[in-house]
């Protein structure tokens, strides 16, 4: 196993844990931002108000998404564990 081999293993890790994560973080952070708009619009300076939105709208991507997500790590994990003969020897 060369230092290239363990590169592109970690490389495709970070790339499939960015592609799972970022609708979730996207979509956290346009709900924070909206949320953030109407405090400052109302003068409400509750620090907790952001959570419940925050969590039903990662939750709703989760049901959503879930199911696709979960596929793609499958795939990934799959084609790990199909390309450990090669790597070792």
Known sequence: MTTDTISTIAQE???VSLKLMGPMMILSLAVGLVVSMF????SIQEQT???I???MAVIAVLMIAG??????????FQSLIREIPSLIG
């Open 67 to 76: 199911p696709g997500m979960l596929q793609m790590m499958i795939d990934y």
């Open 39 to 42: 405090q400052a619009a109302t």
């Open 13 to 15: 890790a970070v790339w």
């Open 53 to 55: 939105p925050k969590l």
């Open 49 to 51: 108000l952001t959570f």
